[in-house]
């Protein structure tokens, strides 16, 4: 015959196992999104450098010079065609199409410092800002004024960037 006090604690081990499942996937989702955020936080301004590297890619150096934010009839008044094709032509230290691309990928303030690798021995720093998508050179080679655990962060959770930029 069961005696009186033999499911004593049953519902507790039950409420207990619930409530350690609720707090588990509570922290897995909060930390799924977070790393989610932070991996396609510059997506928008990665594909702006893209479609500069396609361009540049395939010789079209009119449509790179649009995606740099000038145009032929609208120059920029500090970089012009010319000096453009100086820095980006086919010319020796050019792109070679079957390196260049998008190698990094950092947030900083208003804007996305991202490495092109130009070709085997060239890389830039390119800034591409977040208010209206131009591109120029970074004015600076690492994002100032950044914590010790931020570029900690970038250098080893950023990595997993690096296949998302190919």
């Known amino acids: 015959m069961p005696g009186y006090l033999d499911q004593y604690g049953a519902g507790e081990e039950r409420r207990n196992r619930i409530l350690l499942w609720s707090i588990v996937s509570v922290l897995a989702v909060a930390v799924l999104s977070s790393l989610s955020w932070y991996l396609l936080e510059n997506h928008h301004q990665e594909s702006v450098a893209k479609n500069f590297a396609n361009d ?10 649009r995606d740099w ?5 609208k120059p920029c ?3 012009s065609f010319e000096n453009f094709m ?4 086919a010319n020796a230290a050019g792109p070679d199409p079957s390196v260049i691309g998008l190698s990094d990928s950092e ?4 804007g996305v410092i991202l490495t092109l690798e130009v070709n085997r021995t060239r890389q830039e720093k390119l800034w591409v ?3 209206n998508d131009r591109i120029g050179f970074a ?16 250098r080893t959770i950023g990595q997993l960037r690096k296949p998302l930029l190919k």
């Open 129 to 131: 800002d977040k208010d």
């Open 107 to 110: 947030s900083c303030n208003n």
């Open 86 to 89: 100086r820095d980006w032509g």
């Open 69 to 73: 934010g000038c145009t032929s009839d």
């Open 56 to 65: 540049l890619r395939s010789g079209n150096f009119q449509a790179a010079y």
């Open 77 to 79: 008044t500090t970089y």
């Open 139 to 154: 004015p600076y080679p690492i994002c100032p004024h950044k914590s010790p655990f931020a570029i900690m962060a970038h």
